[in-house]
């Protein structure tokens, strides 16, 4: 399975972006997909995830009321909605794709090269 991300940016606070993920190699809604981000000097991080089906998401408390995620498994896609972006969310953005629904980063196991989302003041 491939993974490619796109549509990160340099944008304003309080500005939005969607992320984008395009999956290849495998059918999509084989898979629980999810957004990592890592921010300079800091670990990687869980961000949200979705079910194959898109009936259940889970967030990580920072990006609740902000961000959203969703899926088209007709269009091996997955997209992260992300409003009123704060500096706090400048990272690499990374879509990724699991077997299990779990946060742990070991449970994912494919990874796109990520893209960059920089939000200044």
């Known amino acids: 399975v491939q993974l490619q991300a796109s549509g990160g940016g340099l944008v304003q606070a309080g500005a939005s972006l969607r992320l984008s993920c395009v999956t290849s190699?495998?059918?999509?809604?084989?898979?629980?997909m999810g957004w990592f981000r890592q921010a300079p000097g800091k670990e990687r991080e869980f961000v949200a995830a979705?079910?194959?089906?898109?009936?259940?998401?889970d967030y990580t408390d920072s990006v609740k009321g902000r961000f959203t995620i969703s899926r088209d498994n007709a269009k091996n896609t997955v997209y992260l909605q992300m409003n009123s972006l704060n500096l706090e969310d400048t990272a690499v953005y990374y879509c990724?794709?699991?077997?299990?629904?779990?946060?742990?980063?070991?449970?994912?196991?494919?990874w796109g090269q990520g893209t960059q989302v920089t939000v200044s003041s």
């Open positions: 990724a794709a699991s077997g299990s629904w779990s946060r742990s980063q070991a449970a994912w196991l494919y």
């Open positions: 190699g495998r059918t999509l809604s084989s898979y629980v």
């Open positions: 979705i079910s194959w089906s898109g009936s259940s998401t």
